[in-house]
């Protein structure tokens, strides 16, 4: 017997194909451009938003280079380090997207309890890994990398998180991502905002950015990316790492802190600011399909389809309709998707609503990779998750094949 939610997920279906078919039988669908400017023209992944100013255009592709290029010993590099340039890690779809595999691209991040709080273990060298070292071009260089130490209770792998259509998302309103945090929605889901401090002003802001909000700004997270995974400390983060928590010694690291002198990180945070959001594919009746079952099994009480950014100078990122399905907000996962690590106000089990948008180039899901389809990373959602979930197992291979479809389409 056909339970209530599939009844109405059956009716959606069929309603949405009905509006969404022409005369002649193809689906003309909504537009699908996620970005500013006009509908019909279809930004490629990696270009940068349509209407910047010529300034703006400039600092993109500024930022671009500094994206791709690799940095050395002589420019601050190390001395240990995971990688040497931003696109190393971030590059499925182009220069920007998320992890490709589960080797140079994922980070090793660490804590443990101390006399009964929590700590991040810098003291052993975390909480983040650098596994590369300048031994690597320096003969007998006297620091080796850094592996996960014997008093690390927590050991999470993350895989390097995309960063297309990033400006969008830091121009949503901290009040747009509050009007949700703590608020009961359907099967008693219930978001919490993560906080972190803006570099810049040094005043705490909502979280949005990484894995469990981490990070509230792009310049906080491209700052921060700079020291933990290449080394570099920069005019936000000016004290190097103790690789595996002792003294570099001396002569060790010669270049002068702060050593991003050339302002890489305000110009690859201009890169990803600017950095256009993926498109949707066209729809098909499928997709659209799919797209129905996936609200119907109340999957959106996260993965909420959209909000708009605020008021800019930037015309590009003012008042623009952000598709990212996300509501940015943290939720508990269920022990399955525990790591124990504790990040600002973010448990082990706590994690970020994934924004959806960008699926149809990933090729790994969930945080570390353990998901290589969209099938697998359904069904090891728990916690919050878990009615959604047990939805989906019901459905027939037909639906559930729909459900995948939608989800490759964004």
């Known amino acids: 017997m056909e339970s209530n939610w599939q009844r109405i997920s059956s009716k959606a279906m069929l309603l949405s194909g009905i509006a969404l078919l022409t005369a002649g039988g193809v689906l003309a669908g909504p537009p699908i451009a996620t970005g500013s400017g006009p509908t019909n023209a279809l ?9 910047l100013s010529a300034g703006d255009l400039n600092s993109f592709n500024a930022g671009r280079q500094a994206f791709l290029r690799n940095e050395q010993p002589p420019t601050g590099l190390g001395p240990v380090f995971n990688g040497q340039a931003c696109a190393q890690c971030h ?9 490709t595999n589960t ?3 994922v980070v090793t991040r660490i804590g443990g309890m101390v006399n009964g709080t929590y700590s ?20 007998n260089y006297p620091v080796p990398r850094e592996v996960v130490p014997p008093q690390a209770q927590f050991v999470s792998r993350r895989l390097t998180t995309p960063v297309f259509g ?30 972190s401090v803006d570099p810049v002003t040094g005043l705490s802001r909502v979280g949005r950015f990484g894995w469990k909000c981490q990070h509230s700004t792009i310049l906080g997270f491209a700052g921060d990316a700079y020291l933990n995974e290449m080394g570099i400390t920069n005019v936000f983060f000016p004290t190097e790492n103790l690789p595996q928590g002792n003294p570099i010694p001396p002569g060790a690291d010669p270049v002068a802190d702060p050593e991003d002198v050339r302002g890489d990180v305000n110009q690859i ?42 008021p800019s100078s930037i015309a590009a990122l003012s008042n623009v309709k952000v598709s990212l399905w996300s509501d940015l907000l943290l939720h ?35 945080h570390d990779g353990r998901a290589t389809n969209l099938d697998q990373a359904i069904r090891l959602h728990g916690g919050e998750a878990t009615p959604s979930v047990n939805r989906y197992v019901t459905l027939s291979a037909t639906d559930q094949a729909n459900v995948i479809a939608f989800l490759g389409s964004l």
């Open 91 to 99: 590059q499925a779809g182009a220069p920007g997207g998320a992890a």
């Open 332 to 366: 508990h996962m269920g022990p399955g998707l525990d790591d124990g690590v504790q990040q600002n106000l973010a448990m082990g089990d706590m994690w970020r609503t994934a924004p959806l948008w960008g699926l149809s180039v990933r090729r790994l899901y969930l």
């Open 269 to 310: 945070a201009n890169f990803m600011k600017f950095l256009t959001p993926p498109m949707r594919l066209g729809a098909t009746l499928r997709i659209v399909q799919g797209e129905a079952t996936f609200k119907a099994m109340q999957c959106t009480s996260c993965h909420v389809e959209s909000m708009s950014t605020g």
């Open 43 to 51: 930004a490629r992944l990696g270009d940068p938003l349509r209407n």
């Open 166 to 195: 990033d400006g969008l998302i830091e121009a949503i309103p901290d009040e747009t991502i509050l009007s949700r945090a703590g608020v009961p929605q359907a099967d008693g889901v219930m978001g919490t905002a993560n906080y």
């Open 120 to 139: 991040d273990l810098t003291q052993f060298g975390g909480p983040v890994i650098q596994a590369r070292s300048l031994r690597e071009f320096i003969p």
């Open 103 to 105: 080797g140079v691209a």
